[in-house]
């Protein structure tokens, strides 16, 4: 199998927006598709995170409301820090842009405004096929970036580990991962991860170290 990693910005998107204006990451997961009246709809989930999750969820359940971007979402329930909602299929970034060669093995992460995906397919041609299909819109539509592509296992991450995580302890793995920090050779050390948060080196490396005790022996499991 071949998994890709892409970094994706597209117009019109209330939880990028979100995450653009808030200190906040939401995943985001797709349950079921079903058909009413001759019409495809899908129910998601996404789940806040961050310092400023609260404040990001009341955006993303306004913005929808007044319909600020994408339209016909609805169905909107809160439970805690996940938003469950009913959307057109066809309304959906993902589904005018995936086919049926192409799957999601991990949940869409959004931060900073920008999606990451992790996706996969049985042959890499399907992927570059989904990268220039992207890459081929207006810029002022979409924009993808390819940050990794590679033959392996399909390493498909048990999501719920995530909710065992404080924010802080996210934060801090999260700002880990994306510096570098699990690269080999190692791109950046525990000592300037902390400086970038502004946090005393033991605070953080405290908050990182209660991350991995949580994440890693569950990927053992």
């Known amino acids: 199998m071949w998994v890709a990693e892409f970094k994706v910005w597209h117009a019109g998107s209330a939880p990028r927006e979100a995450t653009r204006l808030f200190a906040a990451t939401i995943e985001t997961h797709y349950l079921n598709v079903f058909q ?83 996706v996969a397919a049985w042959e890499k041609k399907h992927l570059m096929d989904l990268f220039h299909s992207i890459d081929r819109l207006p810029k002022t539509k979409a924009i993808i970036e390819l940050l990794s592509l590679k033959q392996g296992n399909a390493p498909v991450f048990p999501s719920s580990i995530r909710q065992q995580l404080t924010d802080k302890q996210q934060e801090a793995f999260e700002l880990a991962c994306a510096e570098g920090y699990y690269s080999s050779p190692r791109k950046i050390s525990l000592e300037e991860l902390a400086e970038k948060t502004k946090l005393p080196y033991t605070t953080f490396k405290d908050r990182l170290r209660a991350a991995e005790e949580k994440i890693f022996p569950a990927l053992l499991g």
Request: aromatic share 14%; glycine share 10%.
């Open 36 to 118: 009413r009246k001759g019409r495809e709809y899908m129910t998601g989930v996404m789940v806040m995170h961050g310092a400023q999750s609260e404040q990001a969820m009341e955006y993303v359940m306004k913005a929808y409301a007044t319909k600020t971007f994408e339209q016909g979402v609805r169905n909107l329930k809160r439970e805690g820090n996940q938003l469950f909602y009913t959307a057109p299929s066809i309304r959906q970034f993902h589904s005018t842009i995936l086919n049926a060669n192409v799957f999601f093995i991990k949940p869409q992460l959004i931060r900073g405004g920008t999606g990451y995906w992790t």
